[in-house]
């Protein structure tokens, strides 16, 4: 199901905060949903999803009781849903059978069905916004848009038509360079120096953000995309150091190596907390980074990707 919102009037409200806070709000809902997401976009004014809606029947049936209250942990940072849980656990306490079946009755409602995703998940964001930007009243236009897409080459399309929006839109000359759609995501990875950047000055904060605090960063290399080898001697330059788990290369997120070697491997989580150790004995306020490569079944090879679904829609006019 490809399905479409946008704000009222279309103003152009969200920026990158805003973004990334309905992404967090987006990713929550799908986990409390049962719904899954194949594709992804949000932009200024308005956002795209790519849903893929199980027969609720057939799914509910497949969930006991207790999984569908266990359902709601993913919400419980949430006032209500806080209240909700009190109250399940004060009626397992009772061992009040018929109460827990009437509340799992309830949320059930709320599972494995669009419109109730779809409600959620713009009131939670209209909350979340509007408090953010001391706002009050509507910030969606109305309902939402929904088309059936039924397999193959149109799931494909409609991917590739929600991935490319920043390109039609001239935010970004390629996909895997805007941050809030699937196809950056499905690229993923740290952050890193961006090709052309001795132009642009375009380096990613994560870089500077990783020699500022104590923090140990488990990525499977930096996006595919980034210039890597300016990215290494960035990460040098900053003093943070890249160490290889079970690898003596650097990987390139959907690949296990970019072909670039690194000088430091560990070949167990004990030797990573050891390292991290010593740093803080030695005072060093500043994180590292822990190069996990994709596992071998999962690999694709560089030189078929990041372009990939760039290049197939590319291909025929999108």
């Known amino acids: 199901m490809h399905v479409v919102s946008r704000t009222a009037g279309r103003e152009i409200l969200f920026g990158d905060r ?9 990713f929550k809902q799908i986990k409390f949903s049962g719904l899954r997401v194949i594709a992804w976009c ?14 609720r029947e057939q799914a509910l049936a497949a969930l006991s ?11 419980s940072g949430e006032m209500s849903t806080k209240f909700l849980l009190d109250e399940i656990d004060t009626r397992r306490q009772l061992k009040d059978g018929e109460g827990l079946r009437q509340i799992a009755e309830r949320v059930s409602e709320r599972l494995f069905d669009l419109s109730m995703f779809m409600k959620e ?14 706002r009050t009243g509507a910030l969606w236009d109305g309902r ?19 991935d490319l929006n920043p390109v039609r839109a001239g ?21 890193g120096v961006h090709r052309g950047a001795e132009l642009s000055f375009d380096v990613s904060s994560d870089l500077g953000a990783m020699s500022r605090h104590p923090v140990i960063v488990v ?27 079970q690898t003596s290369h650097f990987p390139a997120f959907w690949s296990r190596s970019s072909g670039l070697g690194l000088s430091h491997r560990v070949e167990s989580a004990a030797e990573i907390a050891a390292i991290a150790k010593a740093n803080s004995a030695l005072g060093w306020l500043g994180g590292m980074l822990v190069a996990n490569p994709i596992p071998a079944a999962a690999e694709i090879p560089a030189a078929h990707h990041p372009n990939c679904v760039f290049s197939w829609a590319s291909s025929r006019g999108w």
């Open 18 to 26: 805003d973004k990334e806070m309905f992404h967090q709000i987006l």
């Open 42 to 55: 949000f932009m200024g004014n308005h956002f795209h999803l790519l849903l893929e809606v199980p027969d």
């Open 65 to 75: 009781e207790d999984d569908i209250l266990a359902r709601l942990s993913v919400l």
């Open 121 to 134: 998940l713009k009131q939670r964001m209209t909350l979340a916004f509007n408090y953010a930007h001391g």
């Open 144 to 162: 939402f848009k929904s088309l059936l897409v039924q397999g193959g080459d149109a799931v494909r399309a409609v991917a590739a038509y929600i």
């Open 171 to 191: 935010l970004v000359r390629e996909p895997e360079a805007y941050r809030w759609c699937s196809y950056a995501a499905a690229l993923g990875g740290i952050g």
């Open 219 to 245: 990525s499977a290399g930096a996006k595919a995309f980034l210039d890597l080898p300016k990215t290494l001697e960035v990460l040098e330059t900053l003093s943070v150091p890249v160490i290889g788990y």
